[in-house]
């Protein structure tokens, strides 16, 4: 049996002492509430401070009695997480990038004004701030986890 936090090394060593007391379906049940809980957060964290929340969408769980997971198959929640450093971006398919800097929201499918639009050959992005999502849900949320594991143990004996 393993159960581990990523991360969290103090928090492992107490879940490690607690898992021990619980039987398979005790540790299944708690790995149930505390995952639910995480991504439950997780989504709301991700709703509350990204514009466009397409990926709370695809924040996904996986629970056996052995481990519980939260998870997302989205590629830029890594950039969200951990930021990125200072990059150059060049077009793939065209020959300059073309963006939209009219006045917002902009009409679904405007293509109008040549004033509206910016157009370059390549942009040298500064970086962005990592926002670890992952990681304040995780810490906003470690003594309701160990609640859990407790109340299965009560429950369990």
Sequence with gaps: MKIE?????????????LGKNLGPSGRRKAFGIATTLLANYLKLLYDKELNSSKIKNKVFTEISSEHGKVYTDQIHAIFLEYGTKA???????????????????????????????????????????GKY???????????????IFKKGMMEDV
Excluded at 133 to 147: H, Y
């Design 87 to 129: 990059h150059d971006i060049f077009p793939k398919r065209k020959k300059a990038l073309s963006w939209y800097i009219g006045p917002k929201p902009k009409p679904q499918g405007y293509m109008g004004d040549k004033k509206y639009w910016a157009v370059a050959k390549h942009v040298r992005h500064p970086g962005t701030k």
């Design 133 to 147: 999502f992952f990681a304040r849900t995780l810490k906003d949320n470690k003594e309701k986890i160990l609640i």
């Design 5 to 17: 936090i990523v991360g969290d090394k103090k928090l492992n060593k107490k879940l490690k002492q």
